[in-house]
């Protein structure tokens, strides 16, 4: 049985209907700060949100360190929206089984297979990024976020990403029993489009939604892509037919 035949079940019974608790989960070499416009969207709204900072530079911290991090975070709250970028989509699932979470959403997430690392996966799926003259870190990774922001990114996220956690076994034998969503960037320069959306249908039997943006689309579409996350609740919250 493949990963995507468990993405794809019925909501739970949830807590109160329209709110909930979002934890996000940053990228390979970022930090919790790229979520917090999507965060502050979130908040006006009345829901609560954590994004941590991963243990991205200490190469004794693997998978499960990830993990424990956010769900430390998100404490004992229930009914948990747990929401991951790129790297992310490794971590997520671990988070997601742990704390009972209602919902599951990547945002150009990788999405892994059972025991496999992420550098296996970039190998079994044929990844390649786009072909750009410039392939620095702000043309591939920012080059349609607002400059003010690119900076601030580039300075606050430019931390070493050890090689540990992209080189384990992804420790699932199965995509957990959770409702998951998965939205791709079609202006994405590192995870190409055509690349990611086949990838999550073929994983998850998921057709991805699609956001007008680059790879972090947190800061360059941040009230768009939070009116996706809530939506995301909202649609789950809708009571079913009689």
Not at 57 to 85: F, K, P
Not at 135 to 155: G, K, M, N, Q
């Amino acid at each position: 049985m493949g990963v995507g035949q468990q993405a794809c079940i019925s909501p739970r019974p949830t807590g109160p209907p329209g709110v909930s608790t979002f934890a996000f989960i940053h990228g390979a070499g970022d930090v919790g700060w790229y979520w917090h416009l999507v965060e502050a969207e979130l908040r006006a709204h009345g829901h609560v949100t954590v994004a941590p900072d991963l243990p991205v530079g200490d190469d004794r911290a693997g998978l499960h360190a990830y993990a424990d991090v956010v769900v430390e975070a998100i404490g004992g709250r229930s009914d948990a929206v747990v929401v991951a970028q790129s790297f992310g989509g490794y971590v997520a699932p671990l988070v997601a089984e742990r704390v009972d979470a209602r919902l599951l959403v990547l945002v150009a997430g990788m999405v892994p297979a059972p025991h496999e690392s992420a550098v296996e996966m970039f190998a079994a799926t044929g990844w390649q990024p786009a072909a750009v003259e410039d392939a620095s870190t702000r043309a591939v990774f920012y080059h349609d976020v607002p400059s003010d922001l690119a900076d601030e990114a580039l300075r606050r996220g430019g931390r070493q990403q050890s090689e540990t956690p992209g080189k384990q076994p992804w420790p699932l034998d199965r995509w957990p029993a959770v409702p998951t969503h998965a939205i791709i960037c079609r202006h994405d320069r590192l995870f190409p489009m055509a690349w990611l959306r086949r990838v999550t249908h073929e994983r998850l039997g998921l057709v991805p939604d699609e956001i007008d943006s680059g790879h972090c689309p947190a800061l360059s579409r941040p009230h768009e892509l939070a009116d996706r996350l809530a939506g995301y609740l909202d649609n789950q919250d809708q009571p079913g037919p009689a």
